[in-house]
Structure formats: structure tokens, C-alpha cells
């Protein structure tokens, strides 16, 4: 029986995609029932692969300079590609303008187990919390949806990242965070929800074991990453729009595993090279 999949055709629940081991894609995206407010996302028509007049005389600057240049001709609104000095390829894709009705924070929410049927939506400011929190007994998780549409045009990907900034941990004591492979979330998602519901079954794509933020001395803050290859092949292969990652402590009872992330540095680093 194939496995489930979200309003975007993704596959979930499913067999483990294989993970290989070379562009980067960084943004927030509206998930696939937003995806049709222009307010939301660069909707300029996406150029297919540069051509390869264009791809190769980038990569022969950057060989040459030992610097990254970028294709001018893929350039839009939120997107950028480089030709790297290694020979491969980077995209970063970058949020929507701030002035977007669903401001500058990007599409993504974070939800309560003190407050199951509370909506977070745009409601936290650019603070993504994870774990249990002791002075207010709250216990969160975060999903943040990211644009994975320019990933179709692509060459073949050899490793994906996800980078968020850490700003804030309980302490320097470090403790594991997850991602995982989520179902799709939308401003309505709360503790209750069916995707949140659904934890347990999600592919743990990574656990990093780290603490940052506390101390600006002996922990500062700083960024985490994640390997999340699978769900980036996946996309790019099944064409997804949108691919949503969601992160949790992986002790839900230890309150040293609380941490805050600021949502807008919310990074998808695709290493990808020519077909």
C-alpha cells in the first residue's frame, strides 16, 4: 500500500530515500495551500538549467578567481546561482519580500503541548522554540516550510543542509535536537493538529547534540545543521513545491534540551552538480 502523501503529493511515512554524499537553496515557502498568494513568494517563472555556455564560462571565472560567480541568467526576485570554485553548483533561494501580507518572518509555525488547541501562527515573532521549559511548563515543536520548486532544474544533488541560527539554550550543557520529515502545516496547526499528532511516525532525517546562546562567552550563540539529503532528493525527483522540516527536542521531558532558533535564518544548502 503506497504511503501517504500531503496536499503537495509528497510521499510520506514511507521507505528510507537513499542518502549520497556536492548549490545551496535557502528560503521560506508558503506550503502548497498558500502557494497561489502572490504576496507570499517570487512567482517570476523559474528559467530552466542555465545554459551550458553560461554554466561553463561561470565555473571558469570561479576556477580561476577561487570565487564563487553568479549566473546572471537565473536570477529572480529570491533566487541566486553560483558557479563554485570546486566545480559545482549553488542556488540560494531567499525569503519573500517583507512587505508580504504574511510578513517577514516566512511561512512557518511552532506549536504548544500546554496550549494544544492555541494557533501560533505569526504569532512568536521570529522565535522557533523546541523542548520542555520549566518556568512555563510549556513544551514546543517547530515547522518551518521551505520552497523546494527550484530544485527541480537542478543537476543531480549530492548532499542537502539545513542551517537555523541557535539563540538561545537552557544552558552550554549540550543536548540533542531532531528534524524530521513532516506533513505540510498551515496557519490552523496547533499540538492537536494531525500533522503534530503524527511526530512519532516521521523519519528522523538527523539529531545534532548541541547547545548554543546561553552564554555569550562559553556557548555563544550560533548556527545548527542538519543533514536532511533524503527529503531534498525526494523533492527534486517527485517535484515537490514545498518540503516542510520539523524540529523537536529529543527528550520532551529534559528541560535542558529547550532551545529558540530565529525562524528567518532558516537555510536549505543543496550541493548539486551539472547532469
Known sequence: MPAPRSRTGRRRLGPWYPLLVGGVVAGLAAP???A???GTQDTKPRPNTAPDAALLQAAKQ???SG???EVQSQRTATARVYANPSGTYTTELRLPDTRAPRGGVGLWTSVNKRYPNTKYWNRTGKVARVGHENQSGGTW???ITMNTRDLHNTGPIRSARFRILNTYSW???ARPVQIRDTNTVDENTTWNSTVNRNWDRYKVLDTVNAAKGHDANRCPAGNLYFRVTDSAKA???????TMTLGLGAQNENDTYGWKKFDATTSTLIVDWARH
Open 141 to 143: 515543536r517547530s515547522y
Open 32 to 34: 502548497a495551500a498558500l
Open 62 to 64: 570561479a576556477k580561476q
Open 36 to 38: 497561489a498568494d502572490p
Open 235 to 241: 523533492a527534486q525527483k517527485y517535484k515537490w513545491r
Open 67 to 69: 570565487r564563487r560567480v
Open 171 to 173: 544552558s552550554c550543557a
